[in-house]
């Protein structure tokens, strides 16, 4: 039905954007990920209660990610008192694919002279969610998932550490301009001011 489709969109874009509020610590990429698939789980177990189904079944990949997917679910259904059966065909299936799980790091959008440079962080992932009872599909619909923040540069081990594969990135080549000709030119920058300061000075 159209309102379920409905329903389960807001759900998921409510519940992501009420956690995804900026914090003293920045959360690491696994720990933006587990967040993700909370939103997730809670957008499905939403919809199968106004369908008033008890009994399921998942289907899910057999990746790492798709294991971390299955996971969530299954605890998020047992904690709403589902029962979640092996047999597809004597339970409403929901079915989960994962077409997208990246990490990024834009190019440095902020230099320091100490320091490393900031960087834009995002985490992306896609859903494509599929709920049918007895051949009929009730929601079928494809989820992505965003999330950004600032980064610095020398904060990405830190972010990375312990995670899976999938969730490390690569930071975005830099422009010539801004590998090259940028430090040239603070350096020239920074001598002329000298200069003149001691020319000035000794006039």
């Known amino acids: 039905m159209w309102y379920q489709q409905l329903l389960g969109t807001l759900a998921l874009l409510l519940v992501f954007v009420s956690g995804n509020g900026s914090t003293d610590r920045r959360p690491t990429n696994f720990e933006v990920l587990n967040h993700q698939l ?3 789980s809670t957008a499905i177990t ?5 369908e008033h189904d008890t009994s399921v079944s998942l289907e899910t990949g057999s990746r790492s990610v798709d294991g971390l997917v299955r996971q969530k679910l299954l605890e998020k ?7 979640v059966l092996e047999d597809s065909a004597a339970a409403t299936r929901v079915r989960v694919v994962v077409p997208l799980m990246v990490v990024t790091y834009s190019a440095p959008v902020k230099s320091r002279i100490f320091g490393s440079p900031d960087v834009i962080r995002r ?6 969610v599929e709920i049918s009872d007895s051949g009929r599909v009730s929601f079928a619909k494809s989820l992505t998932l965003s999330f950004e923040d600032t980064v610095s540069e020398s904060e990405i081990p830190g972010l990375e ?8 990135g690569r930071i975005e080549s830099t422009a010539f301009l801004d ?4 430090p040239v030119l603070f350096v020239a920058s920074a001598a002329v001011i000298v200069y003149l300061f001691f020319t000035l000075r000794g006039t």
């Open 38 to 40: 909370d939103s997730l």
């Open 46 to 50: 939403s919809i199968l209660k106004t």
């Open 161 to 168: 550490a312990g995670s899976f594969g999938f969730l490390h």
């Open 77 to 83: 259904l047992l904690n709403d008192k589902f029962t």
């Open 179 to 182: 590998t090259v000709l940028q």
């Open 123 to 128: 985490v992306n992932s896609q859903y494509d």
